[in-house]
């Protein structure tokens, strides 16, 4: 869509304000562009609403200071921010209708899958089974597919190069990962999704 020529430019270094006034100014754009965003939003965009001397990393913190005591907190994920509930309000969002859907009807077995998945991929529905001694469904990785948790990844050097599945950056959104490196141990796995304990199952 081309861009409307009639909307003024925005004015990033504010500099009419008094400078106390501007950096609240810069604070509350970045957490306009938060709010209004389903997906982490990097660094280098927050920097297009801010003066070229304004710190993002320092706006980012104060932002996350003047949220303490809300419902709600800024977390570092995916190469980005994002707002995210806080993790005292999941009963909350449990037991509010149609809250969280997509995330909270996996199984207990799905999650399990899912977590097989996580540490160690690229892998293939073989590798799956090798895991948890059985089949596991095209349904079930449908299911994970369908809500963006993982992704197809290179075909696997064994024999018909079957297809491997990876995880997604909306794992890495839904468990509050920077990156792959933060993967929490299995129990803070399960207390992430807000489900009940998933059939032990060796994942070393």
């Keep these: 869509m081309a861009k409307d020529r009639s909307e003024p430019e925005l004015d990033r270094a504010l500099t009419d304000l008094p400078p106390e006034l501007r950096w609240r100014e810069w604070m509350r754009r970045i957490e306009g562009v938060l709010f209004a965003s389903a997906s982490p939003v990097p660094r280098e965009d927050l920097a297009r609403v801010v003066g070229q001397e304004a710190s993002v990393d320092l706006l980012v913190e104060d932002l996350a200071a003047d949220l303490e005591g809300r419902a709600f907190e800024i977390a570092q994920v995916a190469g980005g921010w994002i707002f995210r509930t806080r993790s005292t309000y999941a009963p909350a969002i449990r037991a509010a209708a149609d809250v969280g859907d997509q995330l909270l009807d996996l199984s207990e077995f799905d999650v399990a899958v ?75 796995l399960e207390d992430a999704w807000v489900v009940g304990a998933a059939p032990q199952v060796d994942l070393g």
């Design 114 to 188: 899912l977590a097989a998945i996580a540490y160690h991929q690229p892998i293939t529905r073989d590798g799956l089974k090798d895991i948890f001694g059985k089949e596991i469904s095209r349904d079930l990785i449908g299911r994970l597919h369908a809500r963006n948790l993982i992704g197809t990844g290179p075909r696997s050097p064994r024999r018909g190069a079957p297809y491997t599945f990876v995880t997604t950056e909306q794992f890495l959104v839904a468990f509050g990962l920077e990156s792959l490196r933060d993967l929490p141990d299995r129990e803070q």
